[in-house]
């Protein structure tokens, strides 16, 4: 009987642990992750007697990997995560709920009972959507999405109350910068596809439970070795298999974020790539109150206000009277202090709730490079990559996807299916 070859998986976020995942039983699994706990930029931290994550993060039907490899792990999805039709709800803008209805009469019959939306807005957005169909999803040449939007005629109330916010959330890049060829593929995904592919899916647990842990019993449980605190220094790549600090595979899965890839296998080509990568913050503001938070939502937002969207963790995790507040690809938040961003938060939770307690504490969590900007053109990695018996992984390498879990979990099973592939 053949041995089953060595592979490396290195790094231990969402990318990585699916790779690992699917090349479970097929190889002789070794896997680095230099944090503590897996999850990478999804994942549980502790502050003070709660357990909150380093980022609020929603996942939606479309995210078919996700699921996939969740149930493969042993997660429940109707314990993990709350699933509602698609609704759009922002205080003193445009709320829009979807009834589950086939498609594309979901989308229809939303539209037309939405809210804070004139009739002459809803057909523009309508035409707009219908038109993109029309083009199977595809935008050639790619432009930004501000200049598709105003070559589809969408007024301002449109573009400041449903095409940011949705652009922001899904891309994190500012709809002047933003790939509008990457919109379409989300677009496509999600309101193009099944009614189910449009549902929020809202976690009710922590992101480490939510895949990250799970997955690391999973595989040890059949026998990898799995290396947490462990940092790889150098990864050298050739014809006959990777050597890792010194230490031989067959192959290797470089599942990092894309200045780390450069960094660990000063190879020219993936360097001058991930060169041409920029970078947007996520802020994530956490703010607990005296008592229960109710908002009209678990999830929701304010026209105007400084959160992009709010979470009721209450509702969703039952932590009762913590509130989640998020900004994607915020412009000119650094200028505040925490505790001056936090009191916009707070308003915002109490134009939602004027009967919302006292604050008793509050959290702000800015990683700076949150996900890389999906810029209109931008080159991704191809695949296998650059160098010999190494694949990558991780959000930036997939094709059509911005930085999401989606994208991450389909990068890490492309990269495995490759190594199967060639082993």
Request: net charge positive; with cysteine.
């Amino acid at each position: 009987m053949m041995s089953k070859p060595r592979v490396a998986v290195i790094g231990a976020g969402w990318a990585g642990l699916a790779a690992a995942v699917e090349l479970a039983g097929r190889a002789e699994l070794t896997v680095f992750e230099a944090g503590r706990e897996p999850g990478g930029r999804a994942r549980r931290i502790g502050v003070r007697g709660s357990r909150l994550d380093n980022g609020q993060h929603i996942l939606i039907g479309a995210y078919q990997e996700c699921l996939r490899l969740m149930a493969a792990v042993g997660v429940d999805e109707s314990r993990a995560l709350l699933r509602l039709p698609m609704n759009w709800r922002r205080q003193g803008g445009i709320s829009l709920s979807c009834p589950r209805l086939p498609a594309p009469w979901h989308l229809a019959a939303g539209l037309l009972t939405a809210r804070g939306i004139s009739w002459r807005d809803k057909a523009r957005l309508a035409l707009a959507l219908q038109r993109l169909k029309g083009q199977g999803w595809r935008v050639a040449p790619d432009c930004a999405v501000a200049q598709w939007l105003t070559q589809q005629g969408q007024s301002e109330t449109l573009i400041r109350e449903f095409w940011r916010p949705l652009v922001l959330s899904g891309l994190n890049t500012p709809p002047e910068q933003a790939s509008m060829r990457v919109l379409a593929a989300v677009l496509r995904d999600s309101l193009g596809a099944d009614r189910a592919a449009s549902d929020l899916l809202l976690p009710r647990v922590d992101l480490s439970a939510l895949f990250p842990e799970p997955a690391w019993r999973w595989l040890a449980e059949r026998g990898a070795d799995l290396r947490a605190g462990r940092r790889v220094r150098g990864v050298a790549a050739d014809s006959t298999g990777v050597s890792v600090d010194g230490e031989r595979f067959d192959a290797a899965v470089l599942a990092v974020a894309p200045y780390h890839a450069a960094e660990l296998t000063a190879d020219p080509t993936l360097r001058q790539l991930t060169n041409a990568y920029r970078y947007w913050p996520i802020y994530t503001v956490y703010l607990q109150f005296e008592g229960a938070v109710r908002l009209p939502a678990p999830m929701c937002a304010c026209s105007g206000g400084v959160g992009d969207w709010l979470f009721d963790r209450g509702a969703l995790m039952g932590e009762t009277g913590w509130v989640a507040a998020v900004m994607s690809a915020p412009e000119h938040l650094d200028a505040l202090s925490q505790e001056e961003l936090a009191a916009l938060v707070e308003a915002d939770v109490r134009r939602l709730d004027p009967r919302a307690g006292r604050r008793l504490d509050f959290r702000v969590l800015a990683e700076r490079r949150a996900t890389f900007a999906s810029l209109v053109d931008m080159r991704r990695p191809a695949q296998p990559s650059p160098v010999q018996s190494l694949y990558l992984a991780g959000d930036w390498t997939h094709a059509d996807y911005p930085a999401t879990l989606e994208g991450a979990v389909r990068s890490g099973v492309a990269a495995a299916r490759a190594v199967i592939g060639r082993l």
